[in-house]
T-cell receptor, first 116, second 114 residues
């Protein structure tokens, strides 16, 4: 149980284009999902908290107009990187909170974004 | 944002040896968690600790929630090659106001020599 998937697993895009990353909780409902960013050899940095049916809460320094988050259902949250630039290249990881299992966060496998 | 102080930063050990790593914080957490991350993948939850002083095992892994609620340690006994990876501690304040966000340590890179 408590499986979270992400799609795509990797993506290459050109500067100026937008990329959408999906995060799904496969066997549980998640009212809260989280989006993280991880640079090589570094820890996970929380970007935003996504709550089903309401606006996402962004961490300080994260541009909400650049990183659009939508959490339209209890099993799906999406992160859209708009007008991507090479410095947006990173490993993006989502997690979903399972309220039925101690509020633990279960992580997706991550999405490697490369902007050329 | 805030990060936990996790040590050591890296460890190189021989197969069969025991390993210990710890995390400290300047603030109190209600829950401590330990995750393992393999290269190119997301973190996997190893152990969750919910009460101060709690000692919990998961196979060869043992973790404890410090009495002060500001620290936790993880021990791995009789290490094997597949233990290689990055181990992260994470602290959580359990309230709706905090959105149950996690604060992560910087990770401990474990290398096991067969």
């Amino acid at each position: 149980g408590a499986v979270v998937s992400q799609h795509p697993s990797w993506v290459i895009c050109k500067s100026g284009t937008s990329v959408k990353i999906e995060c799904r909780s496969l066997d549980f409902q998640a009212t809260t999902m989280f989006w993280y960013r991880q640079f090589p050899k570094q820890s996970l940095m929380l970007m935003a908290t996504s709550n089903e049916g309401s606006k996402a809460t962004y961490e300080q320094g994260v541009e909400k107009d650049k990183f659009l988050i939508n959490h339209a259902s209890l099993t799906l949250s999406t992160l859209t990187v708009t007008s991507a630039h090479p410095e947006d290249s990173s490993f993006y990881i989502c997690s979903a909170r399972d309220q039925a299992s101690g509020d633990e966060q279960y992580f997706g496998p991550g999405t490697r974004l490369t902007v050329t | 944002g805030q990060q936990l102080n996790q040590s050591p930063q890296s460890m190189f050990i021989q197969e069969g040896e025991d390993v210990s790593m710890n995390c400290t914080s300047s603030s109190i957490f209600n829950t401590w968690l330990w995750y393992k991350q393999d290269p190119g993948e997301g973190p996997v939850l190893l152990i969750a600790l919910y009460k101060a002083g709690e000692l919990t095992s998961n196979g060869r892994l043992t973790a404890q929630f410090g009495i002060t609620r500001k620290d936790s340690f993880l021990n791995i006994s009789a290490s094997i090659p597949s233990d290689v990876g990055i181990y992260f501690c994470a602290g959580r304040i359990n309230s709706g106001g905090s959105n149950y966000k996690l604060t992560f340590g910087k990770g401990t890179l474990l290398t096991v020599n067969p």
